[in-house]
């Protein structure tokens, strides 16, 4: 069963590793995820590789957008690519 809401504090994240570890966490990806960009894709657009919310609420990104410049990038157009598989899922950047 999806959930109605996730949402994760990308204001506390310090490393590249720290995001993918709170993404692997929060969004129940498998045991076996890669913890790269390609993996995180993979998980997101499959219901059994993940628990995509309705809504995935992102707190903190302007912070993650200075720490992080290259992963926050990344993680924008992944889950704006998202948009185009799964309309049944809707991001909201905080």
């Known amino acids: 069963m999806r959930p ?5 504090d990308l204001g506390t994240i ?5 995001l993918h570890l709170m993404l692997r966490d929060r969004l129940q ?3 076996y995820y890669g913890e790269n960009w390609d ?3 993979d998980c997101i657009r499959d219901d ?9 609420r992102l707190r903190g990104w ?3 957008q200075r720490r992080l410049p290259r992963d926050a990038k990344l993680l ?3 889950l704006d690519d998202l948009a185009n598989n799964r309309d049944e899922v809707t991001v909201e950047w905080a």
């Open 14 to 18: 310090e490393t590249s590793l720290d």
């Open 48 to 56: 059994e590789q993940s628990s995509m919310p309705t809504t995935l």
């Open 62 to 64: 302007d912070a993650l």
């Open 29 to 31: 990806f498998p045991d």
């Open 76 to 78: 924008r157009k992944v």
């Open 39 to 41: 993996a995180f894709w």
């Open 4 to 8: 109605d809401l996730i949402e994760l």
